[in-house]
């Protein structure tokens, strides 16, 4: 039996060997009767800054455990988490034909889990693989053109292959601990299974797909690039192949649709095919940068704290007068800010991090809540719409040339003061970036940021700089499925990630993935 215990705390200036002693001292026995020991979680405690503790779950076996569990409130048995649907899926012996469209996290763990139940099963991207995606994405940053195929939205890995990696997730499924022990073996750091906030890092995360590949080929999936999904055929109301490139038709039972926000041109496929849709809300803003070094000093009381990550915040407001609410979003410590446009005339900006997290700036994005009502149309496209408007007005405000439109944010906030110092690739311009936002949503931003700086002391500053704009942090529209995961209007479509309007983010997006393997296996009688 393992018996677990929680809240050990450790200053910075204590190395974890002396976890034993914390645990023999909270529960007043020796440390010789514990037997051993290991990290089940970590997190910080900052409340008392700069006294900054790691506080520590920790799973332990010893001597007399049922007498001390019985006579100890401070300690619990360990409840194995039971994934048993997710590994259960992978005994199935599944012996359909199934497309899955997209290689990003739901497209990848579909494949994955349906590949390991014996499925056939092909995977196609409309984009590179991760080596030449990188270096198409260099390219555009140095300078040269847009690849409307291969950019930081398209390719292998999806939009997620340049982000900090997070695998944090609101959720609590019994699928989390399996996802991450994949990554884990695909060679992600083990650090994630026990981490409180864990992340693999934009650099780290690229090995971790290219090996998620080479196990995929193993099992016999067939994967295509540069593979773009331009229709599909039914037979009897029922999907019986997809059409690759216009040209190349291949055959499946089912099809699973997981290809990321911003596939407008698949949207728009699929509202030709009266396949059943409808808008949903998200967000628009944009990022704000300051120095890691100030982050840190807000957020811990100091400056470089030893022992300690590269400080985060996650900061939230709803406005009484409008109901709308602002609040950060994809935060990257050490990052930096990239041009992730992927459409001619169109810009788009997010932020991404390495795995060490130690560049000299932190990101964030800073977004207003946007609804159907503000898009002023029943198209239920007009979404889509909407964002290209804004990025388009952030292509022009930076001149045309994919430099992002910037500005110091007391500048932004009341008129002047404040330095444009920002880590944006390729580059920004100094701008009014009220050209570039609604109304409401500048309006917005103007009423939190005060609010903000009352939490956050210091997030007002000559420091700060925003840049813009960020459009896509979800889906604008959601394409309706039943309970069991499948389109309401077309049979074998089963639309999955954050493309589908059911995700955000790297573990939802996989765990939504996996969702569809299962609904696969329950429709093939298999589950």
């Avoid at 012996?95 to 889990?113: C, D, E, K, T, Y």
């Avoid at 207003?368 to 198209?379: H, R």
Wanted: aromatic share 8%; with cysteine; net charge negative.
């Amino acid at each position: 039996m393992a018996l677990k215990l929680r809240e050990i705390a450790l200053h910075l200036d204590e190395n974890e060997d002396l976890i034993p002693g914390k645990i023999a001292a909270i529960l007043n026995i020796d440390v010789q009767s514990i037997d051993s020991w290991k990290i089940v979680r970590q997190g910080i405690d900052a409340r008392r800054k700069p006294d900054v503790l790691r506080v520590y779950t920790v799973e332990f076996s010893c001597a007399d455990e049922l007498e001390l569990l019985q006579n100890n409130p401070h300690i619990t048995t360990l409840t194995e988490v039971k994934n048993k649907p997710f590994l259960e899926l992978c005994s199935c012996k599944i012996q359909s034909n199934i497309l899955v469209v997209g290689m990003g996290p739901a497209g990848l763990f579909a494949a994955l889990s349906l590949a390991e139940a014996g499925a056939k099963v092909s995977l196609i991207e409309r984009g590179r693989p991760v080596a030449e995606r990188l270096q198409d994405v260099n390219n555009f940053w140095s300078g040269n053109e847009l690849k409307g195929e291969s950019n930081i939205q398209f390719g292998e890995g999806g939009a997620g292959t340049f982000s900090d990696g997070k695998l944090s997730s609101g959720l609590s499924h019994p699928a989390i601990h399996y996802i991450l022990e994949r990554l884990v073996e695909f060679g992600a750091p083990d650090e994630i299974l026990w981490k409180a906030k864990p992340h693999i890092g934009s650099d780290r995360l690229r090995r971790v797909i290219v090996n998620f590949r080479q196990y995929l080929l193993s099992l016999g999936v067939d994967i295509q690039f540069s593979s773009r999904l331009t229709g599909f055929e039914m037979v009897n109301q029922q999907i019986r192949a997809g059409i690759i490139n216009d040209s190349e038709q291949i055959e499946c039972d089912q099809l699973i649709l997981a290809t990321g926000h911003s596939a407008r041109d698949t949207y728009q496929l699929l509202a030709d095919k009266n396949v059943i849709l409808e808008p949903k809300p998200f967000a628009i803003g944009l990022r704000v940068e300051h120095p890691l070094e100030l982050i840190n000093q807000i957020q811990y009381g100091m400056q470089s704290p030893p022992q300690l990550p590269s400080a985060d915040y996650r900061l939230a407001w709803t406005n009484p007068a409008t109901g709308r609410g602002v609040y950060s979003f994809c935060m990257c410590p050490g990052g930096m800010v990239v041009n992730a446009s992927s459409e001619p005339g169109g810009l788009v900006v997010n932020g991404m991090s390495d795995f060490s997290r130690s560049a000299p700036r932190s990101n964030s994005a800073l977004v207003v809540s946007v609804t159907p009502a503000d898009f002023s149309s029943t198209d239920v496209l007009s979404g889509i719409d909407f964002q290209r408007k804004w990025e388009h007005a952030a292509y022009l405000a930076g001149g045309s040339g994919w430099h992002a439109p910037a500005q110091p944010l007391l500048e932004f906030l009341q008129g002047r003061g404040g330095n444009l110092d920002s880590s944006c690739q390729p580059q920004v311009v100094h701008a009014d970036l009220n050209t570039c936002l609604p109304d409401f949503v500048a309006m917005n931003l103007r009423q939190a940021l005060p609010v903000f700086n009352q939490r956050m002391r210091g997030f007002v500053g000559s420091e700060a700089t925003l840049i813009g704009v960020e459009t896509r942090t979800s889906a604008p529209l959601r394409i309706v499925r039943d309970q069991y995961g499948e389109s309401v209007s077309h049979k074998g479509l089963f639309p999955a990630g954050e493309g589908a309007g059911y995700a955000g983010g790297i573990m939802s997006a996989a765990i939504d993935g996996l969702k569809a393997a299962i609904a696969i296996s329950n429709t093939s009688g298999n589950f």
